[in-house]
């Protein structure tokens, strides 16, 4: 699928790191560090800028490596962009770990997962089909 992008940082546009790669690696865009202090969250540039065909969104999540070894996430993991989103695609990240974070320019903040999703027409009813699983919920299946 080709997307029309403006790259307004200093850095390469996204790419896959592997040819089995789900997402694209996202770079801070900024012009001094940024450090993100124990609970602290910040909204981060990319510089990037991008008109995604219909029936398309991208996802923003989380860098494995950076949750696990510095407690730094996507606060609004997912972060969803439509297709008809023009503005920078920035990223919020938030310390969920004990020490300071410094994120500096062209590190890579994030993934982002592009992908076909549908929308839905409502079909407004009394009642639903009946399955096994019926409301369970959360922690519905047990321990095991």
Known sequence: MQ???INRSHHALPAYATALSAGLDLRANIDAPIVLEPLQ???VPTGLFMALP???EAQVRPRSGLAIKHG???L???GTI???YRGEVCVILVNLSSEPFTINDGERIAQMVVARHEQVEWLPTETLEETERGAGG???SGKS
């Open 41 to 43: 969250r910040a909204l």
């Open 54 to 56: 219909a029936g398309v």
């Open 3 to 5: 997307v029309p992008v």
């Open 82 to 84: 439509d297709a008809d």
């Open 72 to 74: 730094i996430t996507v």
């Open 138 to 140: 959360f922690g519905h």
């Open 76 to 78: 609004n993991s997912p």
